[in-house]
Nanobody, 127 residues
């Protein structure tokens, strides 16, 4: 089994920055790619940034250039620094670990049912 825990999240003012992190433990040898998802009260859970085990990254257009996904060299901690945040970024953010390689973030979104999930963390951006 793969376990994911998030110590990050929080509330901040618009135009601020925040870094999310996610610690992966357990059967980490089963993890070949990871991604960040987010969900608001009015939207479905959306895959926004993904990273493959070879550090290849993929983003949805709405977060490209403002969010940067990365992982440590042991691939057991996933990061998401977020810059120039607006209230539209308010959501629950989830990290997910996948037992297969990533092609694009779109593909990880489609195959989300095969991922290992953590409990999510709330990010609130006020104007």
């Amino acid at each position: 089994q793969v376990h994911l825990v998030y110590p990050g999240g929080g509330s901040l003012q618009s135009a601020g920055s925040l870094r999310l992190s996610c610690a992966v433990s357990g059967s980490t040898d089963r993890v070949h790619s990871m991604a960040w998802f987010r969900q608001t009260p009015t939207t479905e859970r959306e895959a926004i940034a993904g990273i493959d085990r070879d550090d290849t990254t993929s983003y949805v257009e709405s977060v490209k250039c403002r969010f940067t996904i990365s992982q440590d060299n042991t691939r057991t901690t996933l990061y998401l620094p977020m810059y120039s945040l607006t209230p539209e970024a308010t959501a629950i953010y989830y990290c997910a670990a996948f037992p297969f390689r990533m092609s694009t973030i779109h593909d990880l979104g489609v195959l989300a049912g095969r991922a290992f999930w953590g409990q999510g963390t709330q990010v609130t951006v006020s104007s």
